[in-house]
């Protein structure tokens, strides 16, 4: 079956510091890829997709993610944190019915 | 563009009433509208896809008597929950897409917080 893995359920890091939120997808074709954010009680805003081409792509508030065939991977990253960032994230993927697979999502926690 | 709107967004209810919950895409025509349920700290889950003019289809597990999905128009769903219990307290969610058949991306709205007392 196709799923979505995020493997950290929380991960801690320092502002001002890199981040790399992980996520694995198991698919036979391309996938549709999709990370997205939510802050505590507030609805989903897209950060980024990736549906083909350049396998790094740039999103919004500074994230990039990463496709990565090879690893089934594809890694949501921020060169520096700000405390703002702190939210859940949740990496997503599209099924053979054009419906959203979600991950468990990864809570981030910024460190003063 | 490409706005989703939720109303309310949050509505407290006692139980055995029921309560309605609007989604629309104010700048587009949503094709088709999804409606997930979040349970604190969990990821979404998916309860039914309703496509304009045609009844919603329901995940499985999803009472269909129980959260009734209308999709009248281009523009607006609703969902009720019908004699709500605590258990049914939750956040729900709402997106919505242009077309049929192909993956358009979906655009969410702001979520609905339900707590029934």
């Known amino acids: 079956a196709q799923s979505v893995t995020q493997p950290d359920i929380h991960i801690t890091v320092s502002e001002g510091a890199s981040l790399e939120l992980r996520c694995n997808y198991s698919y036979g074709a391309t996938p549709y890829l999709f990370w997205y954010v939510q802050s505590p009680g507030q609805g989903l805003q897209l950060l980024l997709k990736y549906f083909s081409g350049d396998t790094l792509v740039q999103g919004i508030k500074g994230f990039e993610a990463e496709f990565k065939r090879s690893q089934s991977s594809f890694n949501l990253r921020k060169p520096s944190v700000h405390w703002s960032d702190a939210a859940e994230y949740f990496c997503a993927g599209v099924d053979s019915n054009y419906q959203l697979i979600w991950g468990a999502g990864t809570k981030l926690i910024i460190k003063p | 563009g490409a706005v989703v709107s939720q109303h309310p967004s949050w509505v407290i209810c006692k139980s055995g009433t029921s309560v309605k919950i609007e989604c629309r895409s104010l700048d587009f025509q949503a094709t088709t509208m999804f409606w997930y349920r979040q349970f604190p700290k969990q990821s979404l889950m998916l309860m039914a896809t309703?496509?304009?003019?045609?009844?919603?289809?329901?995940e499985q597990g999803v009472e269909k008597d129980k959260f009734l999905i209308n999709h009248a128009s281009l523009t607006l769903s609703t969902l009720t929950v019908t004699s709500a219990h605590p258990e049914d307290s939750s956040f729900y969610i709402c997106?919505?897409?242009?077309?049929?058949?192909?993956?358009?991306?979906?655009?969410f709205g702001p979520g609905t917080r339900l707590t029934v007392l």
């Open positions: 309703s496509n304009e003019g045609s009844k919603a289809t329901y």
């Open positions: 997106s919505a897409k242009e077309d049929h058949g192909s993956y358009n991306e979906q655009f």
